[in-house]
């Protein structure tokens, strides 16, 4: 693998559809796993609370090497864990009414301050819809901003810290995507009571608490690898989906079954590693990581990776834009 200068470009659709109807032709009692998990909301009422009792810990006088260190060695960690609920919450996998989920996924969102849980939903079901397709998936970088990245430590050490950034730089390339609804107008105005709420009540100390913590679990921190393990060409082969079978999964609600989700995005996290051990053969054959750690540091160091190691396609499959907003045809979609 050589240093790259522009994506990598093909000419065929994306390899989870295909997956996904081998798989069910050969194991068919793999639709069982699909369903609800309702029990999620409690994780989610858990990890909240366990934010905010750290956030009052901290109010007043802590001194700020105890903000900073709770941030990066627990509230990352629950934020993280946070962001992965809000995707069950994206792909409907908590309740059966398309609107609860989303209240879930707007709670889920308080303690990380910055509203996101109404668009990550818009803008990841099109990911997983248009995988690889520039102008409707928000996971690819833009083309400006892998050139100024490049391959260099510093430069993607900055990408890392300020990857929410550059997440928002994104959104004007996706023009097909509706940005603006009241459910949008709805995530911020409950994020800026909650926020002040915290401020008020708390002080400084905790607001950067929570701040930092979101900061950490995105960014420049171990649990960052994650975005570079999920797609990003980490091997001398063209596989565009990576999973991770490392012990964070414990603490991440098996976010790191990544191929798995792609191929069947109705299950919830649960019933991840069930996927695996029911078609092995289809998982055991694909490169994958151990080590959200490792991968940090290699990508900060290795010169070979870039942000330029990512497929792009033109072909979008068979799916409508207009039909993916509705409930049904994600399953329809990747699984039928």
């Not at 409950?190 to 008020?200: D, E, H, L, P």
């Not at 798995?260 to 994958?288: C, G, M, R, V």
């Not at 990508?299 to 072909?315: A, G, M, T």
Request: hydrophobic fraction near 45%.
């Amino acid at each position: 693998m050589t240093n790259r200068t522009d994506f990598v470009y093909s000419q065929v659709a994306e390899p989870h559809r295909m997956r996904t109807k081998k798989i069910l032709k050969q194991f068919p009692q793999m639709r069982n796993l699909i369903g609800k998990n309702p029990v999620t909301i409690f994780a989610i009422i858990g990890l909240v609370a366990f934010q905010v009792i750290l956030a009052w810990v901290l109010r007043g006088d802590s001194s700020w090497w105890w903000v900073f260190g709770a941030a990066y060695l627990l509230g990352a960690f629950a934020d993280h864990a946070l962001f992965v609920m809000i995707h069950e919450c994206a792909h409907q996998l908590l309740f059966k009414g398309r609107s609860a989920n989303r209240w879930a996924g707007i709670f889920a969102n308080l303690p990380q301050i910055f509203p996101s849980s109404i668009s990550f939903e818009r803008y990841h079901i099109k990911h997983h819809s248009f995988q690889g397709v520039h102008e409707l998936d928000a996971d690819l970088p833009n083309r400006w901003e892998a050139k100024l990245i490049n391959n260099s430590f510093f430069g993607k050490a900055i990408w890392l810290l300020f990857y929410p950034v550059f997440q928002v730089f994104r959104l004007s390339r996706l023009r097909e995507i509706q940005t603006f609804d009241w459910w949008i107008v709805t995530n911020l105005v409950t994020q800026i009571i909650f926020t002040g709420a915290i401020y008020y009540f708390m002080g400084w100390h905790s607001l950067a608490f929570l701040l930092l913590s979101f900061s950490f679990s995105v960014g420049l921190h171990p649990l960052g690898a994650r975005w570079i393990q999920e797609h990003y060409l980490t091997h001398s082969v063209e596989q565009e989906t990576y999973s991770y079978y490392g012990a964070l999964n414990n603490v991440a609600f098996n976010v790191g079954f990544h191929n798995e989700h792609h191929d069947f995005p109705s299950i919830p996290w649960n019933k991840l590693p069930q996927i695996k051990k029911t078609a092995p053969e289809y998982y055991d054959t694909l490169y994958y990581h151990t080590s959200w750690t490792k991968l940090f540091f290699r990508f900060l160091f290795d010169r070979e990776i870039s942000l330029f190691n990512r497929i792009l396609r033109k072909e979008r499959g068979k799916v409508a834009l207009t039909d993916v907003s509705k409930p049904d045809v994600e399953l329809e979609a990747v699984v039928v």
